[in-house]
RNA sequence: GGUCCGUUCGUCUAGGGGUUAGGACACGUCCCUUUCACGGAUGAAACACGGGUUCGAUUCCCGUACGGACUACCA
């Protein structure tokens, strides 16, 4: 099997004719192996603290792909770097995939046929692999301490450890076999490095970026096996991936420059013929400014950059996410997936099924996306608009519950259909709306100022007796039957309605006065208008 | 610095050798509405620059500029 591939040859297998004209999608793969006919991807996050929207992101694009595909969605958990693991990010991290609706098929936490799932009870595995590339001629043991390597590192401008250096350095290629096993008997540190030969032009096809290319002389021998026995992410990753079947890598644009390695990795191992298929996806960058977004911008800008929210140890360690802020998953995953994606035409509310079918790794853009946080909060707005008020009722009921409303189903389903066109989030259902669950807070003194005075409060006044005796309390017939009062006693509606609405809800913005009436109920609003007028 | 990746309205993007360069968000105006919002209409707003190739380039190629990622015994 070549690694390097013509390169006219990539362009036709990447245009989307000839994309499309494959079913199974990968026809390189099913022509390599016979057992890898079927799609089998990963999510890999580390466990380093609360899941990054990028990572769900990633996590949507690889779901959607299995699914499309009737392939299969694994949850691996990358935790070979003890020193930066965070206790109950692993947990936050299923959580985040449950909320958003990305259920695993296989993984920590959701069991399956190749686990363990958790990098740091598959430990052996590694050192198992590690050593048989060292035996296979594709590594090598290395004894030089970090301190050794800090030192090299300040006398040359730019260090690297490659097929230059290594000739000077500590490693079982300069110290010979017997020496080597001396020394790792004996118990001295070591680690073990990829042994990258010069010379060679490595092709990467990546299926969003096309032919990318890499010449091994400019690689470094990246460490494969830490001195604590742990491997690196190159090496955990491969050895994974193979045993796992994996078909097509879906990862961030920030693996590009190491997929080479990868790629010797799979050559080194005799494993090139079921190497899965790259994608390496655009970053998303930040809403102001330049780089790529970053836990520091939710606090800078005061919008979530996570899917849940976090408790850290301290306050400043601790912030809302998307959940919190009062998004619906659907809507998150809506913005997430046309932040890089988009499947061509003029559609762009996309329910997940929609998503499923449509979604094309080809269609993946090429260049970051900046987090437009705007846009997140418009497709928010547009799905509590077009949810059915039974369904936006059960999610709004744990909310009014926190705050100690006690209300029917059909009194909540009322209050819901009520506030749901003028919301952004969920949470502002029962806070901007709170006045549908208990009395009015303060009154707009500034309308008031402007309007009332003794000639209406007397109108006022008898306007509260019409409502409390009216017998038809429907929106359409008390709107007819305040008119027609108003009408009546000589003033104009621009002076009563107004009103009307602060004495309901105390504020000049919300929903239709009659209809609130109704919601409300005669009684209460009754008590209310009275409750106005005493005040 | 080196390696690699990228560049269509302010933002997310569609499109792609000949188009009035389309949509969405945000913004302006108007309509609806005696509130706010929803909704409807409408406006302003883009192919980074320079060379090629071509009858013709925003689209293909090269370069420049700018942006990004990586450059750890982190992932």
């Known amino acids: 099997m070549p690694l390097v591939h013509n390169a006219r040859r990539l362009d036709i297998i990447r245009s989307p004719r000839f994309l499309s004209s494959l079913t199974p999608p990968n026809h390189r793969i099913v022509k390599l192996s016979n057992q890898l006919s079927v799609v089998r991807v990963r999510f890999a996050p580390s466990p380093t603290g609360a899941l990054h929207i990028g990572g769900v992101r990633t996590a949507l694009y690889n779901y959607l792909f299995a699914r499309q595909k009737g392939g299969t969605f694994i949850l691996r958990i990358e935790d070979t770097d003890q020193g930066r693991y965070v206790p109950g990010a692993e947990d936050y991290i299923i959580e985040a995939l449950r909320w958003v609706g990305l259920l695993p098929d296989e993984g920590v936490g959701f069991g399956g046929p190749d686990g363990p799932y958790r ?14 590339l060292v035996q296979l001629g594709h590594a090598y043991y290395a004894f030089d301490t970090p301190e050794a390597l800090d030192v090299q590192r300040q006398a040359a401008e730019h260090f690297t450890y490659n097929h230059l250096t290594r000739t000077a350095l500590s490693n079982s290629l300069t110290l010979g076999v017997a020496e080597s096993k ?3 008997e004996a118990g001295e540190n070591f680690v073990i490095r990829l042994k990258v030969e010069p010379g060679r032009s490595i092709h990467i096809n990546d299926l969003i970026r096309g032919d990318v290319v890499f010449e091994s002389s400019e690689l470094d021998d990246k460490v494969l096996l830490k001195a604590d026995g742990m491997p690196t992410y190159h090496l955990a990753n491969i050895v994974d991936d193979h045993l796992m079947r994996i078909t097509h890598v879906i990862r961030g644009e920030e693996w590009l420059p190491s997929t080479a390695h990868h790629v010797l990795l799979y050559e080194g ?15 998303i960058m930040k809403p102001v400014g330049n780089g790529k977004l970053s836990k520091r911008d939710g606090a800078k800008f005061g919008i979530p950059v996570f899917p849940l929210g976090w408790k850290g140890e301290t306050a400043e360690e601790s912030f809302g996410g998307f959940r919190e802020a009062g998004f619906l998953p659907a809507a998150v995953v809506n913005f997430l997936a046309l932040l890089g994606w988009h499947p061509g035409g003029d559609q762009d509310v996309f329910s997940m099924e929609e998503l499923i ?9 090429k260049s970051g996306a900046r987090f437009d946080y705007e846009k997140a909060k418009s497709f928010n707005q547009k799905y509590i608009h077009a949810m059915d008020n039974a ?3 059960a999610l709004v009921r744990p909310l009014a519950e926190a705050k100690g409303y006690q209300v029917s189903e059909a009194y909540l389903e009322k209050a819901v259909s009520l506030m749901k066109e003028r919301v952004t989030f969920l949470t502002e259902i029962v806070e901007t709306g709170y006045y549908l669950f208990e009395p009015v807070r303060e009154y707009d003194e500034e309308t008031l100022q402007k309007r009332w005075n003794g000639d209406i409060a007397a109108v006022f006044a008898e306007l509260i007796e019409k409502v409390a005796t009216f017998d038809l309390f429907k929106a359409l017939e ?12 000589g003033v104009k509606p621009g002076d009563i309605l107004p009103l009307l609405r602060i004495a309901l809800v105390g504020t000049m913005k919300g929903p239709a006065v009659f209809e609130t009436m109704v919601v409300l109920g005669q009684e209460e609003t009754v008590a209310r208008l009275k409750a106005f007028l005493k005040r």
């Open 357 to 365: 079918q449509l979604f094309s790794i080809e269609h993946i853009g």
């Open 478 to 489: 008390l709107e007819e039957a305040v008119k027609t009062f108003i009408q009546e006693k």
């Open 391 to 393: 369904a936006l009722a």
């Open 119 to 132: 990098q740091s009870d598959r430990k052996e595995i590694y050192q198992k692999h590690a050593h048989e």
């Open 269 to 283: 191992f005799g494993w090139q013929a079921t190497m899965p298929l790259f994608s390496h996806l655009p970053l």
């Open 182 to 184: 001396r020394r790792i």
